[in-house]
C-alpha cells in the first residue's frame, strides 16, 4: 500500500544509509538535514494564525437547561490554506460535566482567502452571564510535522435565565382567574369586590346579588355579577441574604423563590394587576419597575438572570425603608424569605408593622423535603433521633408562621415543587376576598 504525507516522508528517511553502528556527525546531519528541512517547508506552507479574523454570532440567551448555539466565523486572508484544530474556551458551567472536551474542540479547514462557520454548543448549568474565553488556534502544514499557535479574542456573552419550570401550572391557575372574574358559564357569580355587570337571575345565584332596584324596572329578576380588582400594585421582594444560599435539593432556596415568583408575575400580569420586583440583602440588587404587562415577564426573567445569594444577613430594616419607597400607595407585597425563627424574630418582626399598617403582607418560604422524611423515620436508633430533630425544626417553624399571621401576615409555606402553585393560590385567594 502506498504512503503518503508525513508517513511516506518518515518512511524515506528511514531508508536512508546511515551508519547506525559506528555514528558520526556526517551520519547525523544525512539523517537530520532532510528531516529540518522538511520540517521547515511545513511550518512555511501553515497558514500564519496571527491574521485570522473571528467573528461570533449566534445565541445571546438561553434559559437553564436548554442548549445555545454560538457560531464562530473564521476568515483566512493568507494565500495558504489554513488546516488547524482549534479550542473555543468558556467557563466550566458552560457544559454538562464532562462534555466539555467534545464541545470545545473543532477540526477545520479554510482555503486561502475564504471563511468557514463552525457552531459550539453550550448547556449550560448555572444561572449568569458566561462570557467567551479565548480561541486557540493550532494551524498544520500539509505534512503535519510542524505547527504555528496562537490565541484570539472573540468576545461574546450568553446570559443564562431561571428555567421557570413552574410555567406548566399557568393554565390552571388562568382557569381559576377567569372564574373569579366571572368570564365563564357559571351559575355562581364571579367573585371579587367590583361591581361589572347586570344578568338575569338562574337558580343557585346568591340571594344577596339579587339588585332590587334593577329587578323593580324589569320583568325579570336581575342579578349582580362582580369581578376582582383589576390595576392593583404587586411587589415582589426577594430576599438575597445568606438565609437564601441554603441548598434544597439540587439548586438554592433562591432559585425556588425565584420560580415562584415568576409564575406569580405572569398570573398577576393576565389579571391586569401592574408587577415589580424588588431583590434585596443589604442594598438593592435589582429592582424592576413600570414594566407594561406584556413586558414585565422578560424584565423580571432579565433580572433575575444574574443574582446570586449574598452570604450576609439581610438587614430588614433597610429592606422595609425600600420597600416602602418603592411601593408609596397600598400594595401587596410579596416577601420570599426563610421562615427561620432568628432572621424573623431578631429582624422582620420589629418593623413589621411599617408594612401591615399600609400594605397586605404576604410571605413564601421555601420548605425542606428533605425534614418532612426525617420526621417520618423510625426503625433503628438514629432514625428516632433523626425524627426528633426534625420534628422540633417543624415545630419552630409554624410557630414562627403563626407569629406572622397574628400580625395580619398571608404565610405560604411549601417545598420547591409546591411553592409557585401554592403562592399562586394564595394571591388567587386574596383577590376573591377583595384584598388587594
Avoid at 212 to 234: G, N
Amino acid at each position: 500500500m502506498a504512503l503518503t504525507g508525513r508517513a511516506a516522508l518518515l518512511a524515506a528517511l528511514g531508508s536512508l544509509p546511515v551508519g547506525i553502528w559506528e555514528p558520526s556527525w556526517t551520519g547525523i546531519l544525512a539523517v537530520n538535514a532532510p528531516l529540518a528541512a522538511a520540517c521547515a517547508c511545513d511550518f512555511a506552507l501553515a497558514a500564519p494564525v496571527r491574521r485570522l479574523g473571528l467573528t461570533r454570532s449566534g445565541d445571546a440567551s438561553v434559559r437553564l437547561g436548554d442548549t445555545a448555539d454560538v457560531t464562530l466565523t473564521i476568515t483566512n486572508p493568507s494565500r495558504r490554506a489554513l488546516r488547524a484544530r482549534l479550542r473555543d474556551a468558556w467557563p466550566p458551567s458552560s457544559w454538562q460535566p464532562g462534555t466539555e472536551t467534545t464541545a470545545s474542540r473543532h477540526r477545520l479547514t479554510v482555503p486561502p482567502g475564504e471563511r468557514r462557520r463552525m457552531t459550539t454548543r453550550l448547556r449550560p448549568t448555572r444561572r449568569g452571564d458566561r462570557q467567551a474565553d479565548r480561541v486557540t488556534i493550532r494551524s498544520y502544514g500539509p505534512l503535519g510535522l510542524f505547527s504555528r499557535q496562537g490565541t484570539h479574542k472573540a468576545p461574546w456573552t450568553v446570559r443564562v435565565l431561571p428555567p421557570f419550570t413552574s410555567r406548566k401550572h399557568l393554565p390552571s391557575k388562568l382557569a381559576r382567574l377567569r372564574e373569579l372574574d366571572g368570564r365563564t358559564s357559571l351559575l355562581t357569580r364571579g367573585e371579587g369586590t367590583e361591581f361589572d355587570s347586570l344578568r338575569e337571575y338562574v337558580p343557585g345565584d346568591d340571594t344577596r346579588s339579587i339588585d332590587w332596584r334593577a329587578t323593580a324596572r324589569q320583568t325579570t329578576v336581575a342579578v349582580r355579577t362582580w369581578r376582582p380588582e383589576r390595576d392593583r400594585h404587586i411587589l415582589l421582594v426577594l430576599d438575597t441574604g445568606r438565609t437564601s444560599a441554603g441548598r434544597v435539593g439540587d439548586a438554592p432556596r433562591l432559585d425556588a423563590s425565584m420560580d415562584a415568583a415568576l409564575l406569580l408575575a405572569a398570573l398577576a400580569s393576565r389579571a391586569g394587576d401592574r408587577v415589580d420586583l424588588l431583590a434585596y440583602d443589604r442594598k438593592v440588587r435589582a429592582l424592576v419597575q413600570g414594566r407594561t404587562a406584556g413586558d414585565v415577564l422578560p424584565a423580571l426573567v432579565n433580572a433575575m438572570a444574574t443574582l446570586e445569594p449574598e452570604l450576609v444577613e439581610t438587614d430588614a430594616r433597610g429592606l422595609t425603608a425600600t420597600a416602602l419607597r418603592t411601593s408609596p400607595r397600598r400594595s401587596l407585597i410579596v416577601l420570599l424569605t426563610t421562615l427561620d425563627a432568628a432572621p424573623i424574630e431578631e429582624g422582620l418582626l420589629p418593623v413589621l408593622a411599617q408594612l401591615t399598617q399600609r400594605h397586605t403582607v404576604l410571605v413564601a418560604s421555601v420548605a425542606d423535603p428533605h425534614v418532612t422524611e426525617m420526621a417520618k423515620a423510625r426503625g433503628h436508633v438514629e432514625a428516632v433521633y433523626e425524627a426528633a430533630a426534625a420534628a422540633q425544626a417543624q415545630s419552630e417553624r409554624h410557630r414562627t408562621a403563626e407569629q406572622l399571621r397574628r400580625h395580619g401576615v398571608t404565610v405560604v409555606d411549601a417545598t420547591p415543587d409546591d411553592l409557585a402553585p401554592a403562592l399562586a393560590d394564595a394571591y388567587l385567594a386574596l383577590k376573591s376576598a377583595g384584598r388587594l
